[in-house]
C-alpha cells in the first residue's frame, strides 16, 4: 500500500547538488543553474543556527491561518447564543430525552437570543461564508503564481476582518444582510490556503517543510481553540449584549494582524531587506527552480492527468467535509444532545482541537525524522502519517456515534479522534510541495477550492438531517457519513498518492520549453508574414 519498491532517487530534488539533479532522473550535466545560485558557496547548504527570517515569516502565517480560522468558527458558537431555541416551531427537543432532562435549560431565557431561525436556515448561514470562500481559491491561486501572494494574502484577510465587524448589524438587518456579510469574508479569506502554500513554496526548504508546513496550518487548530471558548464567554459576559462583542474583538484583532503582515513580511527572500545573506544563500539554494525568477508556463494538462494530485484532492475532499462537519456542528449537539451549557459549550468544542494542535506539531517532527532517518522515503511517510490522519477520526466518529449518554466518554473520543486527524498537516497537505514547488500554490488553490465545496456540504446536510429532531439517532447518521467519507477519501490516497517531484515540474527543461514556444510564435509570425505581403500588393 506503501509502494516500498520506490527507491530513495524518487524523492523530490531540493538542493542545487548535482546528486539531487540524479534524483529527478538528469544527467549532472543537465542541470540548469541560474547562474547567481552556481556561485554560492557549498558551505551555505547547512542550515543557519538560531531563528531565521524564514521562522518569522512561518510564524505570521501560522497567525494568519489561526486568524483565518477564528474567522469562521466564531459564528458557529455565537449562533447558538443568537437563536431564540425556546421559540422554534420543532418536533421540540424534549423528544432527545434520551440523556435525561436538559437541566440547562432552567436558564435558557438567559441563553436564547432574538433570532427565530430553524436548523435549515442556521445550516444555510453557516455555510455561506464558504460559497464565497471557494470562488477566489483558484483565481487567487493562479494569480499569487504570477504576481507573488502576499499582498492577496494581506488585503484579503484585511477585507475578511472588516466585514466581520459588520455581522451584528447584518444579522439585526436580516438574515438575508448576514449571509451576504458572511459570503463577502469568504471572498476575503480565499487567499489564505493558496497564498499561504505558495509562500511556504518561496521561503522553506524541503528538509523543514513537515515541521513549517505543519506549524502554519495547525494554526487553524489553535485558532479553533481560541476561538470557541473565548466566543463562549463573550456571549455569556461580552459587551454589546453578548454575542456581537465576538465579532468586534475578532475583527479588530485580525484587522492589526493584517497590517502587521503587510508591513513586516516580504514576498520571498529575494526581497526581503531584513534577512541574512547567509540565510538567505541557504534557501535560495535549496529551493532551486522553485524561486519566484523562475515562472515557465503551468502545464495544465499534465497537472490534471497526474493520478497523485487526484490522490491528494479526494484526500482533502474527505478531510474537509468530516472537519467541517464538526467545526460547525460540534456546538450544535454539545447543546442538544449532551446538554452543555452555552459557557460550557465553547471549551468543550473546542477540546478536540486542542488535541489535534498539539498532535499535529509532534507527528510533524517524527515525519520529518522519518525523512531524515533514511529508512522511509516521502511517498511512504505521507502516506503512514495521513493515514493516521484521516482513519484515526473516522474510527473515532463511529466509536463517539454509539457512546449513548456519556458526555465524558463522547468528548474524551471526540478529542482523540480529532486529535490524530492532526497527522493530514504532515500528510497530504504538504504533498503539493512534494509533487511540484513551483506550482504549489495552483495545486493547493484547486484542492482546497473543491475540498470546501464538499465541505460547505456538511452543514446543510446535517441540517436536513436533524430538522426537527435533534435526537442521538439522527445525529448519528450525521457522524456517521462522516467517518465514511473520510476512509474512502483516505484509502483513494493510499493507493494513488505520490510523494516524487513529478516530471511536468523539471527546473531543468524551462530552457527547451521557452525555446520551444519561442520557435513557434515564429512560426506563426513567418506564416502571417506572406499573408501581409499579398495584402499590400493588391492594395
Not at 429532531?469 to 445525529?475: E, H, K, L
Amino acid at each position: 500500500m506503501f509502494n516500498r519498491g520506490e527507491s530513495a532517487d524518487n524523492e523530490p530534488c531540493g538542493s542545487v547538488e548535482s546528486k539531487n539533479s540524479l534524483k529527478m532522473g538528469l544527467k549532472p550535466e543537465e542541470d540548469k543553474r541560474p547562474s547567481k545560485l552556481a556561485i554560492m558557496d557549498d558551505e551555505t547548504s547547512d542550515a543557519p543556527r538560531g531563528l531565521g527570517r524564514r521562522h518569522f515569516v512561518t510564524f505570521m502565517l501560522f497567525l494568519g491561518m489561526a486568524n483565518a480560522y477564528i474567522m469562521r468558527t466564531n459564528m458557529s458558537v455565537a449562533i447558538v447564543a443568537m437563536v431564540n431555541h425556546s421559540a422554534l416551531p420543532v418536533i421540540a427537543e424534549h423528544l432527545d430525552t434520551e440523556c435525561g432532562v436538559d437541566h440547562s435549560n432552567s436558564t435558557s431565557a438567559s441563553q436564547d437570543g432574538d433570532f427565530e431561525w430553524n436548523s435549515t436556515l442556521q445550516g444555510y448561514i453557516l455555510s455561506s461564508f464558504f460559497y464565497g470562500y471557494v470562488l477566489t481559491q483558484i483565481p487567487f491561486g493562479i494569480l499569487s503564481k504570477r504576481y507573488g501572494a502576499r499582498l492577496f494574502l494581506g488585503i484579503g484577510m484585511l477585507i475578511n476582518s472588516v466585514f466581520g465587524l459588520l455581522v451584528p448589524i447584518a444579522a439585526h438587518a436580516g438574515y438575508e444582510w448576514l449571509i451576504f456579510i458572511r459570503f463577502i469574508q469568504g471572498l476575503g479569506e480565499g487567499p489564505i490556503v493558496p497564498c499561504s502554500h505558495a509562500m511556504l513554496a518561496k521561503w522553506i526548504p524541503p528538509n523543514e517543510r513537515s515541521r513549517m508546513g505543519a506549524a502554519v496550518y495547525a494554526g487553524a487548530q489553535f485558532g479553533t481553540v481560541i476561538s470557541m471558548p473565548l466566543s463562549g464567554l463573550l456571549s455569556e459576559y461580552g459587551f454589546s449584549g453578548g454575542w456581537p462583542s465576538i465579532f468586534y474583538v475578532f475583527g479588530l484583532i485580525g484587522t492589526v494582524w493584517c497590517l502587521g503582515f503587510l508591513f513586516f513580511v516580504s514576498e520571498d527572500p529575494e526581497q526581503c531587506k531584513r534577512i541574512k545573506e547567509n540565510e538567505k544563500k541557504y534557501i535560495l539554494n535549496s529551493l532551486w527552480g522553485t524561486a519566484g525568477s523562475s515562472s515557465p508556463p503551468i502545464p495544465w494538462r499534465k497537472i490534471l492527468m497526474s493520478m497523485p494530485f487526484w490522490a491528494i484532492m479526494l484526500a482533502h475532499m474527505g478531510q474537509n467535509y468530516g472537519y467541517e462537519t464538526l467545526m460547525t456542528e460540534l456546538p450544535t449537539f454539545m447543546r442538544q444532545v449532551l446538554h452543555f451549557s452555552i459557557k460550557d459549550n465553547g471549551f468543550v468544542s473546542a477540546l478536540p482541537y486542542l488535541c489535534m494542535w498539539l498532535f499535529s506539531m509532534f507527528i510533524s517532527v517524527v515525519a520529518d525524522w522519518m525523512l531524515s532517518s533514511g529508512r522511509l522515503n516521502h511517498t511512504q511517510v505521507r502516506k503512514i502519517i495521513n493515514s493516521i490522519g484521516e482513519y484515526g477520526p473516522a474510527i473515532g466518529l463511529f466509536i463517539a456515534a454509539n457512546t449513548g449518554c456519556n458526555p465524558a466518554a463522547t468528548v474524551a473520543v471526540l478529542a482523540i479522534g480529532v486529535g490524530l486527524n492532526g497527522g493530514i498537516y504532515s500528510g497530504f497537505k504538504v504533498n503539493h510541495l512534494d509533487l511540484s514547488p513551483r506550482f504549489a500554490g495552483i495545486l493547493m488553490a484547486f484542492t482546497n477550492c473543491l475540498a470546501n465545496l464538499t465541505g460547505l456540504l456538511a452543514p446543510i446536510v446535517a441540517g436536513y438531517i436533524i430538522e426537527g429532531r435533534p435526537t442521538q439517532a439522527q445525529w448519528r447518521k450525521v457522524f456517521y457519513i462522516a467517518a465514511g467519507i473520510y476512509m474512502f477519501c483516505a484509502t483513494f490516497y493510499n493507493i494513488f498518492g505520490s510523494g516524487r517531484r513529478q516530471d511536468w515540474d523539471n527546473p531543468a527543461e524551462d530552457e527547451a520549453i521557452a525555446k520551444k514556444a519561442a520557435e513557434k510564435k515564429a512560426a506563426k509570425l513567418e506564416k502571417k508574414a506572406p499573408n501581409n505581403q499579398t495584402q499590400e500588393t493588391a492594395h
